[in-house]
């Protein structure tokens, strides 16, 4: 079973940083997609940056040049970094990989648990 676990959560006043990293344990052969998404109260999930085993990046308009998404490929992990955080980047943030398991030829899709991010004063 591979599980994926995040941490780097909290309350955040306006204009500050957080750091959020995911880790997946487990027996893995490959993990292709790694990425954020995220859901606000009341709203529909949504994409925030992805990153792909080469290393090619996708970052939605609304937090470019704020959030940096990166990721070490020997230690399965996929790390978000948010700079200038507003009101509006307040939700639950779900780490996302698109991976391969050992033994087996089915690439799955597969979610952490979440972790709160409140951008408040």
């Known amino acids: 079973q591979v599980q994926l676990v995040e941490s780097g959560g909290g309350l955040v006043q306006p204009g500050g940083s957080l750091r959020l990293s995911c880790a997946a344990s487990?027996?893995?052969?490959?993990?292709?997609?790694m990425g954020w998404y995220r859901q606000a109260p009341g709203k529909q999930r949504e994409l925030v940056a992805t990153?792909?085993?080469?290393?090619?990046?996708n970052i939605v308009d609304s937090v470019k040049g704020r959030f940096t998404i990166s990721s070490d490929n020997a230690k399965n992990t996929v790390h978000l970094q948010m700079n200038s955080l507003k009101p509006e980047d307040t939700a639950v943030y779900y780490c996302?990989?698109?991976?391969?398991?050992?033994?087996?030829?089915?690439?799955?899709?597969?979610w952490g648990q979440g972790t709160q991010v409140t951008v408040s004063s």
């Open positions: 990153i792909t085993s080469s290393g090619n990046t």
């Open positions: 996302y990989m698109f991976l391969q398991g050992v033994g087996t030829m089915i690439r799955n899709n597969l």
């Open positions: 487990g027996s893995i052969f490959s993990i292709y997609v």
